[in-house]
């Protein structure tokens, strides 16, 4: 036995894994996250989408077609897709790693994320990782950036470069929460400032980040990427609000 493996299993018996939401011991080990009961709570987003924009559509089989939103509006981005609905428990658990700084809660939910088939999406062709970045006020606030703990995940398991150096965000916002998307848009305008252009021109490159609302702020990033010289931006999310 690998000695890490070792201090694992030790690690494992003395504080064994708990479920993400109800604190129930796992018996499906770490890799687990929630209990079954819990995970049964999960929506998991499969199925029709927008191709652009990911938003289900629940009424069609046959969903491929731009949303009316994509149609009128159509975004810096290639295509968004997450993993889960932004609801019960997975809400919860969310708020507790960004609001109540719970790291562990937030490894978790990175292996979440990075253990979710985003199926209709080719993640080979893409070069990097890039975390939507948090203003250095937010960042000495909350202490860590989740969308770099969420892309480190990714990442790993896609043995793909994660570079969070690519955007800064130099405009300090208040919480989006509250606004609607037109609102969200205005506030998050001209945010955020591409830092390293030569590592960003002519590449195809994956925003990651917590939650997908509106979209503003993801679309705020891409533009800024796609501006600078990025040759597509596609963009993954732990969670979307349907
Ligand atoms: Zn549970
Ligand atoms: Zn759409």
Known sequence: MIL???FHGISDVLFPPLCLACAEVLASGPQEVFCPECRRQITFITGSCCPVCGIIFPDSPSGNHLCGTCLENRPWFTSARAAV???GVILDAIHQFKYGRNITTGAALARLLAGFDFADINLGIFDAIVPVPLHIKRLRERG????????????KKYSMDVDFSLLKRHKFTLTQTGLDKKEREKNISGAFVAVLPERIQNRNLILIDDVYTTGATINECAKT?????????????????L
Do not use: E, H, P
């Open 225 to 241: 990427l796609v501006k600078t010289g990025a040759n597509q931006v596609a963009v993954l999310t732990l969670a979307r609000v």
């Open 85 to 87: 609905a932004y609801d």
């Open 144 to 155: 860590f950036n989740q969308s770099l703990i969420l892309a480190r995940a990714l990442g």
């Open 4 to 6: 890490n493996d070792f």
